[in-house]
């Protein structure tokens, strides 16, 4: 039995999960509403959603400096005084701006990323699918619907890329930092939001020698 709508509108409701968080959890658990729950639980990602709407004017502003090279600036916002003022929230605001530092994120999330810029990368990603598949000798129009189903999937990299929330946490990369952030909010009970950021490096723009700054961040926290 495939995964229905409606089945990932139940777990979304006992849950709180988003959308694509509950059908992965499905998936994951063959369709069993339970042990999808469990999963979703376990991953701090239940009720996390529900508090999306609360409002979050509180929180901190971090700095994380580099070897005096690369600079980043971050707020993190919660809903209370309160909870700015605990260890893991401070914590956390500390490992994201070293997340932006390292990874160098264009933007916070999907929503943030410019309409024109998704267009022109989709249309991009289509030509290169469509050439490949002439390669193969397959038919044009039937080459651009698998080309545009091909898409879908590889814009999944191009967030990871450039939108924090999709990036793989550097700390521990097999969940990325939407997941380290929904853990946060399910532990501590109130909304928080990754606001805004900005980044600096030492002869950005210039032409230079190329290094891998995140292993070396990675390297800092003993990875």
Known sequence: MAITATMVKELRDKTGAGMMDAKKALQEANEDMEKAMEILREKGLAGASKKAGRIASEG?????????RIAALVEVN???DFVAKNEEFKQFVKDIAMQVAAS???YVSRED???EEVAKEKEFLI???MNENAAKGMDPEKSKMIAEKKVEGRMGKFYEEICLLDQAYIKDPSINVQTLLNNLISKIGENIKIRRFVRYEVGEGLEKREEDFAEEVAKQ???
């Open 221 to 223: 926290m003993g990875n």
């Open 127 to 129: 030509h290169q699918a």
């Open 60 to 68: 901190l502003v971090e700095a994380y400096i580099h070897g005096g």
């Open 113 to 115: 990323v410019p309409a």
């Open 78 to 80: 919660s809903e209370t």
């Open 104 to 106: 160098s994120p264009k």
